[in-house]
């Protein structure tokens, strides 16, 4: 009777034990997405880096590889995703941030491998569809960039930068209709955004809407846009 108490309450010692270091490593996880919302990144890494010798967890180093690519550390991001992949290989958002690392390195056929994968386990991961959207482009693969951009504006109607981008690579693919409904649709979301102004502007100008390029350009050049300028003397004689 004796040792069933003692084992009993070794259990519960134990349990609060792992209770407060649960605790703990939540709160350095909270303590370090606040760090890194401000920039703080060195202090964002630190308190991971506590967290995970407490508890090798996927959350921490997930947001430890975002905060290294932020700091532009590839090597680290990579090592981080990589870590979370070898112990657990369902893991979406890993694939996803191993994508987004390879394509800032340019390394854009692998970075769609992995957008793939990120895909496959979670089939409405907007921005994975996004972003491989902006992989294939780079690799010149239009009609699949378009289409992915479409996909990720299906599942946010409102998503900015999916009509700009498909707006962009319409126009570069040929589609000047196509690419002026798109940056249209992405200037009446954003009338504040020099880039959509200054790319509609272009498209306008192809098409013969001197006018309207200029009003939009003279719009980019109010926000701030150096390149609208430099369009005006070419656009706006």
């Known amino acids: 009777m004796l040792k069933h108490i003692r084992c009993t309450l070794l259990f519960l010692l134990f349990s609060l034990f792992l209770s407060g270091q649960t605790a703990h490593v939540h709160d350095l996880i909270v303590d370090a997405q606040h760090k890194d919302s401000l920039k703080d ?34 090597k680290g991001a990579m090592h981080d995703v990589n870590m979370i992949l070898h112990a657990k290989h369902k893991h979406a958002e890993a694939y996803y941030m191993r994508g987004l690392i390879k394509a800032k390195t340019e390394n854009y056929a692998s970075a769609v491998g992995d957008f793939d994968k990120a895909i496959e386990l979670k089939k409405d991961y ?10 294939h482009a780079y690799l010149d693969e239009f009609t699949m960039a ?24 319409k126009d570069v693919s040929g589609d000047r209709e196509g690419a002026l409904k798109d940056l249209e649709k992405a200037r009446e979301l954003d009338g504040k955004n020099a880039d959509i102004c200054v790319e509609l502007a272009i498209v306008y100008y192809q098409m013969g809407q001197k006018e309207k390029a200029c009003a939009e350009l003279n719009e980019a050049k109010k926000l701030g846009s150096e390149r609208s300028e430099e369009l005006m003397g070419e656009f706006c004689k």
């Not at 907007?126 to 992989?135: C, D, V």
């Not at 378009?146 to 690579?169: L, M, Q, T």
């Open 41 to 74: 990144f060195n202090g964002a890494i630190e308190d991971l880096n506590k967290a995970l010798t407490i508890n090798q967890n996927d959350t921490a180093l997930w947001i430890r590889a975002r905060v290294h690519l932020e700091m532009n550390d590839i």
């Open 126 to 135: 907007m921005k994975a569809y996004y972003n491989r959207g902006l992989a």
């Open 146 to 169: 378009i289409a992915d951009f479409s996909k990720a504006i299906e599942f946010k109607n409102d998503y900015v930068n999916a009509w700009f981008n498909r707006g962009y690579w």
